[in-house]
Structures are given as structure tokens and as C-alpha cells.
């Protein structure tokens, strides 16, 4: 049964479900046609089932981190359309001892307004202080925001005292080629942006009744 429980644990975690899944007539069905002595567990037991394995899963990551020699981050903030509220999420990105490329989310976290360079920093820092690796970082990566340019000075000119980057931190930032190549399409499609707002019009046009659509295939064929 606890063997059951810490694997629903870990399927919520893995998938994103809501805790309240656990509470489902169906579901419990389900389980009990496989294990009879299978018990409804109550949304706020999973939650707590949950945030073990979240506790374990970190114990396990910060024992890793400590052999790992290098880390490079990732950060991006985006604004959560439900809540209005903007967060920042801090990825590291490592070779571990098989020589392996991983990745692992280390951070999500509210960044309050206002959300200047200074703050993103200071959030950062006390991130990479609380996994105890401020000293095993090799790169980062952010997109082309103003406030990001000021972070990475503030965190660079942080660990240039500590002599702690290679090269004297020229290696220290790294632009985020997705963002730049999301600039230049953009950019390139600004400039045709009649031809694409005519297409639109002629795609909703078509929709608009099942005749105009079957003319319209009758005729592409």
C-alpha cells in the first residue's frame, strides 16, 4: 500500500495533476479491481505524499551537485495568464560522472514588483547560495532584456571577486540563440505582414460554411 501511495506520488509529480484526482470514484475503482486493500487517499494526504518525494528528490540533487565541477544556468521570466503574477524559473545544465548532459529545474520562484535588473540578480544568487553551488558556475544564459543585461553585470562583477570564472568571465554570458532567432522571424514576418493578414482572411473566409469548404477542396483537387 505505501509502495502504491509514494508511486501516486510520483505519477501526480511526473504529469502535473491535481491532488484531488486521488478523491475520483472511477480512479478508486480502478485501483481496487487491481489491489483490494488499496484506500482512498484524501487530497490533502497526497499532497503531503508529494512534497516528501519533492524533499527526497532535492536531498538526492544537492548530493549530485557536490561532485558536479561546472554548471551552467538558464533563467527566463514569463507572466502566468490565469494569476497576473510573474515568475522566474533557474535551470542548471551539467555533465555528471557517465558523461551525461542533465538538466534540472532548481528554482521557480515570484519575482514582485518592480523586476528591475538588481532583483533578478539577488534572486538568483540567494537560489545558487541555498543549493551551495555560487562557485561552480561556468555560464548563463538569458534572453535580450534590459533588466537581464544588468543582472548578468551584477552577478559577473559578484564572481570575478571571488576569481571563480573561467577566463575572466568572458565565457560568463551566453545569448539565448531561441530568443535572437525568434527576433529575426519576427522581424522578417513584419515585413509581410499584409500578405499574412490576407492569408488569415482567406483561411476564415473558406471556414466560415461547409459549402465554401467543399469548393474549396473540390477545386485543390
Given at each position: 500500500?505505501?509502495?502504491?501511495?509514494?508511486?501516486?506520488?510520483?505519477?501526480?509529480?511526473?504529469?502535473?495533476?491535481?491532488?484531488?484526482?486521488?478523491?475520483?470514484?472511477?480512479?478508486?475503482?480502478?485501483l481496487k479491481c487491481g489491489m483490494l486493500e488499496w484506500e482512498t487517499t484524501?487530497?490533502?494526504?497526497?499532497?503531503?505524499?508529494?512534497?516528501?518525494?519533492?524533499?527526497?528528490?532535492?536531498?538526492?540533487?544537492?548530493?549530485?551537485?557536490?561532485?558536479?565541477?561546472?554548471?551552467?544556468?538558464?533563467?527566463?521570466?514569463?507572466?502566468?495568464?490565469?494569476?497576473?503574477?510573474?515568475?522566474?524559473?533557474?535551470?542548471?545544465?551539467?555533465?555528471?560522472?557517465?558523461?551525461?548532459?542533465?538538466?534540472?529545474?532548481?528554482?521557480?520562484?515570484?519575482?514582485?514588483?518592480?523586476?528591475?535588473?538588481?532583483?533578478?540578480?539577488?534572486?538568483?544568487?540567494?537560489?545558487?547560495?541555498?543549493?551551495?553551488?555560487?562557485?561552480?558556475?561556468?555560464?548563463?544564459?538569458?534572453?535580450?532584456?534590459?533588466?537581464?543585461?544588468?543582472?548578468?553585470?551584477?552577478?559577473?562583477?559578484?564572481?570575478?571577486?571571488?576569481?571563480?570564472?573561467?577566463?575572466?568571465?568572458?565565457?560568463?554570458?551566453?545569448?539565448?540563440c531561441a530568443h535572437i532567432l525568434n527576433l529575426m522571424v519576427q522581424d522578417?514576418?513584419?515585413?509581410?505582414?499584409?500578405?499574412?493578414?490576407?492569408?488569415?482572411?482567406s483561411v476564415r473566409f473558406i471556414n466560415q460554411n461547409e459549402a465554401r469548404?467543399?469548393?474549396?477542396?473540390?477545386?485543390?483537387?
Open positions: 500500500m505505501e509502495k502504491m501511495k509514494k508511486a501516486a506520488a510520483h505519477w501526480i509529480l511526473m504529469h502535473e495533476l491535481p491532488f484531488s484526482i486521488m478523491e475520483e470514484e472511477g480512479f478508486n475503482m480502478m484524501s487530497r490533502n494526504t497526497i499532497k503531503k505524499d508529494c512534497m516528501q518525494v519533492y524533499e527526497a528528490e532535492t536531498k538526492k540533487l544537492k548530493v549530485l551537485l557536490k561532485i558536479v565541477n561546472k554548471i551552467s544556468l538558464t533563467t527566463d521570466l514569463w507572466k502566468s495568464s490565469n494569476q497576473t503574477i510573474e515568475y522566474m524559473v533557474l535551470i542548471t545544465h551539467f555533465i555528471d560522472c557517465n558523461w551525461r548532459l542533465q538538466k534540472r529545474v532548481i528554482s521557480l520562484v515570484h519575482i514582485p514588483p518592480p523586476r528591475r535588473g538588481v532583483e533578478i540578480a539577488d534572486c538568483i544568487f540567494k537560489c545558487l547560495k541555498e543549493w551551495e553551488i555560487e562557485n561552480k558556475v561556468f555560464t548563463i544564459s538569458v534572453d535580450n532584456a534590459s533588466s537581464n543585461d544588468l543582472a548578468i553585470r551584477i552577478l559577473k562583477d559578484t564572481f570575478l571577486r571571488n576569481k571563480r570564472l573561467i577566463c575572466g568571465g568572458k565565457l560568463f554570458h551566453v545569448g539565448c522578417g514576418l513584419y515585413g509581410i505582414k499584409d500578405m499574412i493578414k490576407y492569408v488569415h482572411e469548404l467543399n469548393s474549396f477542396s473540390n477545386i485543390v483537387q
